[in-house]
Nanobody, 116 residues
Framework: QVQLVESGGGLVQAGGSLRLSCAAS????????RAWYRQAPGKQRELVAS???????SYVDAVKGRFTISGDNAKNTVYLQMDSLKPEDTAVYYC??????????WGQGTQVTVSS
């Protein structure tokens, strides 16, 4: 079994920064992609950013130029650096990994609140 634990969420003023971390532990798994999703109240969960095992990175348009996803394979950790935060970035952020076999693993989520 794979466990994902997110950290780094919190309350920040608009224009500020936060860095989310997601550490994987437990059974070894070959990872195809690592990603961050978010879910705001009353909205569907959306993909924010993803990084593949070969380093291909993509972002949702709303965060391009402000968020940066990165991974540390040695530490089995994925990060999301969030700069120039806006109130509309307020959400619960979840990390996800997808194995080479297509199985998804999710973290428990971390709250990010951006005040105006």
């Amino acid at each position: 079994q794979v466990q994902l634990v997110e950290s780094g969420g919190g309350l920040v003023q608009a224009g500020g920064s936060l860095r989310l971390s997601c550490a994987a532990s437990g059974s070894a798994v070959s990872v195809r992609t690592r990603a961050w999703y978010r879910q705001a109240p009353g909205k569907q969960r959306e993909l924010v950013a993803s990084i593949t095992k070969v380093g291909y990175i993509s972002y949702v348009d709303a965060v391009k130029g402000r968020f940066t996803i990165s991974g540390d394979n040695a530490k089995n950790t994925v990060y999301l650096q969030m700069d120039s935060l806006k109130p509309e970035d307020t959400a619960v952020y979840y990390c996800q990994i997808r194995s080479d076999y297509g199985r998804d693993y999710w973290g428990q989520g971390t709250q990010v609140t951006v005040s105006s």
